[in-house]
């Protein structure tokens, strides 16, 4: 019995020290897929900035903003692609962003979003993929931190030509929730 334990202790140990970033619940779940997969849903600013504080030891500068300083943070192109979805968003300092967003999508808007952007991709009307890191019911502005610091993912709406990238279908055909090792 006792080699069992140390032996349990020891695979328990391991896996803790595997060098991957641990971020709470904001993992792809095996065999998951679309933004339930994406890991607990949060549905309030306070839930986001709480977790990115928790999971960065930064953003306790949180600042609630209204729709017009979104425009003037995202710009005017920019926030027409996203405003529709958005229900709430604020803004914390996180190295080495002075601002970084915190947006909380409107309830069943998330989805709307991937359809929204796959649409445009497909039309022409969008040239790229959006450049949030995604979570479930939530989002980041800066999807570079939002990958490598919290765990989140991309959505892309074309084909994923990264070698070794961790994919997930996402809730619309020709979507894909996407992350790989930056290192």
């Known amino acids: 019995m006792w080699r069992f334990l140390v032996a349990v202790a020891a695979v328990s140990l391991l896996a803790g020290c595997s060098g991957e970033p641990q971020h709470g619940n904001h993992h792809a779940a095996p065999g998951s897929s679309g933004t339930a997969a994406l890991g607990r849903h949060l549905t309030s600013l306070n839930d986001v900035s709480t977790w990115v504080q928790q999971s960065t030891d930064e953003c306790d500068n ?95 709406c074309r084909p994923v030509d990264i070698p070794n990238a961790d994919t997930v279908a996402a809730d619309v055909d020709g979507c894909t929730f996407v992350t790989w090792n930056h290192h």
């Open 62 to 156: 949180v600042e609630p903003a209204s729709k017009e300083e979104l425009a003037d943070y995202l710009g005017p192109q920019r926030y027409s692609w996203y405003e529709p979805f958005v229900a709430e968003w604020a803004t914390c300092s996180v190295k080495p962003y002075a601002k970084l967003g915190l947006v909380v999508f409107k309830p069943g808007r998330q989805r709307a979003l991937q359809e929204f952007w796959q649409r445009g991709m497909s039309a022409g009307q969008l040239s790229d993929n959006p450049d949030w890191a995604f979570g479930n019911g939530f989002a980041v502005t800066a999807g570079e931190l939002g990958i490598e610091r919290l765990g989140l993912r991309y959505l892309w």
